[in-house]
């Protein structure tokens, strides 16, 4: 009787999740100042620097939305939030206007791997920190391979990535694995054992006990026209330094929630995503992405619900900042952006 209890629950609340319905708040969120851009960004870079807030980059459709025409937009500027004072202001570019990206906080420095730009992917890496309120641009050792939509998150001072698409037109998905020491003299990038699931793109990372993981994104084929198609999933995959292990299914597929997912003594915290199940309907028609949380019990070895989100996205990284993940940004519909900032305080 309880689980059937559960899946009656699990079901309720997905339904009403892609309802967003505003009763579902879950204790935990606080919204900050929105980004002073009337539109905001998907697949920013993203990160801390000396008590800043760096939402750098990304994309989105400024004039018209994809059904009518409009065309996608990649930006170079740099906003940073000073969290003493809750004002934002503009303090530089990137290199080039650049997304869809990896990014983490190190040392001060916003740490940004890869991504792409309207006509290309790229392999290209540097950091950025704000120095006496001006913007420093380093450059840092470059990924093995071109890449966008992978991703990755900071263990310990090692960074890695994970799966991910060489060019703009890539009929499949990579299944490397890289990783490279940040606390490092000279770090260099050294190659890990391959994902065991294929490649995936939009993929959410984590860690949780000094284990990497992966969890949900798409994998990727060709039709018959020879264009890319997506195929969700809803497994996840845990990295223990030497190889891999499988671990319990998601009750749906996740793909694009924000990364990387929020994880403390607690477990891992899946923050919504899209489960695919709009896939090939009016885009003008989307309801949004489901508010659900997922928690991943370290004890069971289960996902289970874990409450809601006030403002569902996707595709957008997550930075953490003490005991609080902040989202900055993100794609609220398909081709629909928001300048929104939200924080989340999981459980402890």
């Known amino acids: 009787m309880g689980s059937c209890l559960n899946l009656l629950t699990l079901s309720l609340l997905v339904t009403l999740g892609n309802l967003q319905s505003p ?3 879950s204790p935990g969120w606080k919204q900050l100042p929105p980004l002073p851009d009337p539109e905001g960004f998907a697949a920013p870079f993203a990160g ?5 807030l760096l939402v750098a980059g990304g994309a989105n459709f400024p004039d018209k939305r994809p059904w009518e025409g409009g065309t996608k937009v990649w930006y170079d500027k740099v906003f940073a939030l000073d969290t003493n004072t809750s004002k934002w202001s503009v303090v530089g570019t990137l290199p080039r206007p650049l997304g869809y990206g990896i990014s983490t906080s190190f040392e001060n420095q916003l740490v940004c791997i890869g991504g792409s730009d309207s006509k290309q992917h790229f392999s290209d890496a540097f950091t950025l920190e704000i120095i006496n309120q001006h913007l420093v641009t380093r450059s840092f050792p470059s990924l093995p391979m071109n890449l966008a939509n992978a991703c990755g998150t900071l263990l310990g001072s090692r960074l890695i990535v994970a799966g991910g698409q060489e060019k703009p037109d890539s009929t499949s998905a990579s299944e490397r694995v890289f990783e490279i020491n940040l606390a490092a003299k000279s770090p260099t990038w050294k190659e890990l054992p391959k994902l065991p699931c294929g490649g995936r793109i939009l993929a959410t990372s984590t860690t949780l006990n000094g284990n990497f993981w ?5 994998s990727l ?3 018959t026209q020879g264009k ?3 195929t969700y999933h809803n497994d996840s995959y845990r990295f223990d330094g030497k190889q891999w292990h499988r671990e319990a299914n998601l009750p749906f597929s996740v793909v694009a929630a924000p990364s990387p997912a929020p994880s403390n003594r607690q477990g891992i915290f899946l923050l919504g995503g899209d489960d695919g199940s ?3 309907k009016p885009p003008q028609t989307h309801p949004g992405f489901a508010n659900t949380i997922l928690r991943y019990d370290p004890i069971r ?3 289970e619900l874990a409450g809601s989100i006030p403002a569902p996205r996707v595709t957008v990284p997550t930075v953490r900042w003490g005991l609080e993940w902040i989202i900055p940004n ?3 519909k398909p081709g629909i952006r928001s300048n929104e900032v939200w924080q989340f305080t999981p459980k402890n």
């Open 23 to 25: 009763n579902l708040q």
């Open 48 to 52: 801390m620097s000396h008590n800043q």
């Open 214 to 218: 992966v969890i949900g994104g798409a």
């Open 221 to 223: 084929a060709p039709d």
């Open 228 to 230: 890319a198609v997506r």
């Open 278 to 280: 709009w896939v090939g």
């Open 301 to 303: 070895k289960s996902w």
């Open 330 to 332: 993100g794609e609220q």
